[in-house]
């Protein structure tokens, strides 16, 4: 099988993280071309991570012949930009989250991917990994009775300056931070929730440093979201409550950092880490396998408009103005 090529727009910090590291087991990628805004800049990172090329500017990437899907972690506000951009040139993009700046933006790039043919994924990397694939086998098989609550919180500090305490770049707590608890409530919940509340700390004008919303499904069940970019307290955990049991993930989001699962029915109590390695790596088979064989790779199309919906109603909710146009 032919490697699938990936060029990269930007030097970001997230890249050897989420693309470079976890991709060098994988025998079937190969990171071919970087561009960044100061090329200087992306000969440094081409360097350190072994990248055979590195383009002028963004716009070579996404027209190289070596290069097949386009990984774009730029900042927030060019995601729709430049993933359209990249289909519009006959490649597949894996674009990271959140999707966009808003869930108009995110219609219309995942209507320009059906209308090129090509595959547009969401880089929701924990989704893909065994400790969130147990959570939803046990909500799944009944096991923990019918959902009530659900509960997430994404609750660090990013110290400023930082383009994600920045309007114009889209960034705030809910985009950068609560786009994973709202996806958790909405995977384990399995179907598309209603904002009833919600209540933000604005700091600096329009930038939510924290934001809290409440949400409802139509089963009946409820949930809590909550991200912090002002809290040093590190808390990332999921709280799912069901009729006959429940469930504590400690740190869904990457687990191979540190974890614990906690889970209660019935037949009893059992807690434990989970060890199966990084969240980005077995996101990145997903995706080969998803480009390559056709698999499942469920954060893509219309999940990725969904989360940007549930985002603007949350912005919408706590008196604040949706991101981007």
């Known amino acids: 099988m032919d490697k699938l090529r990936i ?3 930007g030097a970001a910090r997230i890249a050897p993280t989420a693309l470079i590291k976890p991709s060098e087991p994988i025998d079937t990628i190969e990171i071919t071309r970087i561009a960044a805004r100061d090329r200087g800049r992306a000969e440094a990172f081409a360097s350190e991570h072994d990248i055979a090329n590195v383009a002028d500017d963004y716009e070579a990437v996404i027209h190289a012949d070596d290069v097949d899907v386009v990984y774009n972690p730029l900042p927030m506000s060019l995601h729709a930009e430049w993933s359209i951009r990249a289909m519009h040139a006959g490649k597949d993009v894996l674009c990271e989250k959140p999707f966009a700046s808003n869930a108009s933006e995110a219609e219309e790039m ?3 991917a059906g209308e090129t043919g090509r595959i547009l994924g969401e880089a929701f990397h924990y989704r893909y990994h065994p400790m969130f694939l147990r959570i939803l086998d046990e909500v799944a ?3 923990i009775g019918d959902l009530v609550r659900i509960e997430g919180y994404f609750d660090i500090a990013i110290p400023k300056p930082d383009l994600r305490w920045e309007y114009d770049t889209s960034g705030g707590s809910t985009m950068d931070l609560g786009c994973y ?3 958790w409530v909405r995977s384990v919940a399995a179907e598309e929730p209603t904002v009833v509340s919600a209540t933000a700390e604005e700091d600096p004008e329009k930038i939510d440093a924290a934001l809290g919303a409440e949400l409802s499904f139509p089963s009946g069940a409820t949930a809590y979201i909550h991200s ?5 307290s590190n808390k990332i955990l999921l709280t799912i409550e069901g009729t006959k049991g429940r469930i504590v993930a400690d740190n869904p989001l990457a687990p191979q950092n540190g974890n614990t699962l906690t889970i209660e029915t019935d037949s009893g109590v059992s807690s434990g880490t989970v060890v199966a390695g990084s969240t980005y790596h077995h996101m990145m088979r997903a995706f080969v396998d998803h480009v390559r064989l056709g698999a499942p790779y469920p954060t893509k199309g ?4 969904n989360n940007m919906r549930v985002i603007d109603a949350a912005y919408l909710a706590a ?6 146009a």
């Open 302 to 305: 219309q999940d990725s408009i």
């Open 141 to 143: 098989s009944g096991r």
């Open 319 to 324: 008196g604040l103005p949706r991101r981007g």
């Open 7 to 9: 060029g990269i727009l």
């Open 181 to 183: 608890p709202i996806h």
């Open 110 to 112: 995942v209507r320009v």
């Open 228 to 232: 912090a970019m002002n809290d040093p």
